[in-house]
């Protein structure tokens, strides 16, 4: 396997986490490389229910490293909680490492988060609301706090107190708010960073040393191509990139070092939050997509967007991160569905347009056009190989990735570990 990137193809909640959890039974080491806690990854490993937000999935494992790099932004709070809850369920978190150079979420990011979208009204972005945007704006601002500033008990108290007056004035004197207890807030983080010191290093030595020493590594991003800040549905997006290039910044290490790519996708499309999205189903269909594919966020609790396969999102997640597989979730889904669909392409204004705009204003008139399919009425959970699958299923299949221009590695036929059929050799 080496070095394997796991990105999501479409706008997150693609089942990236199962897939890491598969690739990573064979990896020595698996880095989570972007996002923050307004991200979930829900792993079934027999008939025990994991939800991480930030922790890589590869926790699940008991020899394998675990980091979180300096391209993510942590809620010390939510990240101890999380450590907590493994701990209580028998799982152990020895082997996991942060960066020195990630950046940290305060509580001015989360109140910041709050009014700004309050203010968009009917415009609002559709956030988690968990300080994410505002931590990322500190990091590019060159305001933020890292890790490695919490942790130095000199520098630490001025860094704090510097921002939160800041912060303060803008929730006060913009946003008639009240103003955060700096006292309140040292306090807290003075502990959080006591409990979190253990874990602290430079993570870009040890994955580079991983990768000279020929080790398996899968590379974890959080959310989908389609939320990415410089490639997604742009103001409709998160405020990090989680595209495949963004795995080296995130885990700091060079291009040269990434070997494949793997998009992962559903079987259909989901969305959360606002913003376009072509193929969307607001008819019975859609309801059951979501009823039986339990499609609520595994943060927020919300109701997820569902459609069709969208293969033009598929052609452009290709392209944009460079693919050389896709893994394809949660086809169970589909079964007992009479007619299954593809979107091949968009209708924008009598014309017929294959690559995925840059406009939301064109996107927004864009009418998808589709294929249809017979679809297949058998329980698909218990397939095992692609020969076990009906054949319409195959056909349906073979169509996404001839339509997106990759081929299928991966077919997730149930939550479970073992209920994934392996169409191409991951590990080689």
């Known amino acids: 396997m080496s070095t394997v990137v796991v990105i999501g193809a479409q ?20 880095v989570r490389y972007m996002g923050g806690n307004n991200a979930g990854h829900t792993v079934v490993v027999e008939d025990r229910e994991f939800k991480m937000h930030l922790i890589p999935s590869g926790i699940l494992y008991p020899d394998k490293m675990c980091i979180i790099g300096s391209g993510v932004v942590i809620d010390p709070a939510v990240l101890l909680k999380e450590l907590e809850s493994l701990e209580k369920q028998g799982i152990s978190t020895a082997n ?6 990630a950046h940290v979420i305060f509580p001015y990011h989360q109140k910041l988060d709050q009014v700004e979208e309050e203010r968009k009204g009917n415009n609002k972005i559709g956030t988690t609301c968990r300080g994410i945007g505002p931590a990322y704006t500190d990091k590019s601002a060159r305001v933020g706090i890292r890790v490695i500033d919490l942790l130095d008990a000199e520098e630490f108290p001025a860094l704090l107190e510097a921002n939160i007056k800041s912060k303060n004035q803008i929730l006060t004197e913009v946003y008639n708010g009240k103003s955060l207890d700096y006292g309140e807030v040292l306090n807290n983080f003075k502990g959080y960073a006591e409990a979190l010191r253990k874990y602290v290093c430079d993570t870009s030595i040890l994955v580079n040393d991983a990768v000279q020493q020929g080790q398996n590594i899968v590379f974890e991003g959080a959310q989908g191509t389609l939320l990415d800040l410089d490639h997604g549905t742009y103001p409709y997006v998160t405020s990090s990139h989680p595209t495949a290039a963004a795995a080296c910044l995130g885990a700091g290490i060079g291009p ?16 959360v939050g606002e913003g376009p999205f072509p193929t969307e189903l607001n008819d019975d269909t859609g309801a059951l997509i979501r009823k039986q594919g339990g499609e609520y966020g595994t943060t927020t609790g919300r109701p997820r967007r569902c459609g069709w396969y969208d293969g033009v999102v598929g052609r452009y997640a290709v392209r944009i991160n460079g693919l050389d597989y896709l893994a394809i979730t949660k086809l169970d889904v589909l079964s007992g569905l009479e007619t299954v669909r593809i979107c091949t392409g968009y209708n924008y ?34 397939a095992r190989k692609l020969e076990d699958l009906p054949v319409q299923a195959r056909r349906y299949l073979d169509r996404i990735s001839e339509i997106s221009g990759a081929p299928i590695a991966l077919i997730g036929v149930g939550s479970r570990r073992a209920q994934t059929i392996l169409t191409a050799d991951l590990y080689n």
Do not use: H
């Open 96 to 101: 996991l490492r942060i960066s020195q150079r």
């Open 11 to 30: 706008w997150g909640d693609e089942g990236k986490g199962k897939v890491t959890d598969f690739l990573a039974e064979k990896a020595d080491m698996v």
């Open 349 to 382: 204004r009598g014309e017929v347009i294959n690559e995925f705009p840059a406009s939301l204003k064109v996107l927004n008139e864009c009418v998808p056009v589709y294929e249809d399919f017979p679809g297949w009425s058998e329980d698909i959970t218990k």
């Open 256 to 271: 040269t070092r990434i070997g494949r790519v793997i998009g992962v996708a559903k079987a259909y499309t989901t969305r």
